[in-house]
Every structure is written in C-alpha cells, then in structure tokens.
Nanobody, 119 residues
C-alpha cells in the first residue's frame, strides 16, 4: 500500500521560512519521481516543485528563487524548503507521486499540510 505522509506545515510571518517533509512507503522510492503541489482556497491545485529519480528538479514560476526541493533516498523522504514566504503562498501543500502498473498510471497523494503566511 502506497502511503505519503506530509509534515512541517504551520503559521509563519511573511519573509519567514518553513520546511515540509514527505515520508513515502509502499513504493520503490529511489526510482520514483516526487512532487509537491499546493491548493489555495478557490484556486486549482498547482505544481510547486518536482524532483526525478536522479535528482533533477523543476520549480513553479511563482516559487523560483525562494523554494527548493530535495530527496533523501536512504530515508524515503522528499523535502520542500520554503524561504522568503509570501501571503500568497498560503495553501494546503500535498506530496505526490505515481507508478505505472501494467500500463496504467496510478497517482498517489498525501493528506496535505496547511501552510499559512501572515502579512
């Protein structure tokens, strides 16, 4: 059973930092690309950052230069370091991955962790 568990959310003032972590189980973690998405109230879920199995990363335009994503294959975790936070970063942040089983893509999401940035 695939399980993604996020931690590290909370309330922070604008300009501050937070680090999110996602612990994965039930997958061959080192072979999986991982990603962070976020969803603010009334908005669609958007990609924040992704990292592939060899460590190549991509970041959403709105977080470039402020956020970074990393992975620890020994601990089966993926982290999201968020610096210079802005009120518009307020959202529920979700950990995401997928696997392909017999040609079918199966997607997995964590339960989400709330990040609130006060002005």
């Amino acid at each position: 059973q695939v399980r993604l568990v996020e931690s590290g959310g909370g309330l922070v003032q604008a300009g501050g930092s937070l680090r999110l972590s996602c612990a994965a189980s039930g997958i061959s973690f080192s072979l999986n690309a991982m990603a962070w998405y976020r969803q603010a109230p009334g908005k669609e879920r958007e990609l924040v950052a992704g990292i592939d199995s060899v460590g190549s990363t991509n970041l959403g335009d709105s977080v470039k230069g402020r956020f970074s994503i990393s992975r620890d294959n020994a601990k089966n975790t993926v982290g999201l370091q968020m610096n210079s936070l802005k009120p518009e970063d307020t959202a529920v942040y979700y950990c995401y991955t997928w696997v392909v089983v017999r040609g079918t893509k199966r997607e997995y999401w964590g339960q989400g962790t709330q990040v609130t940035v006060s002005s």
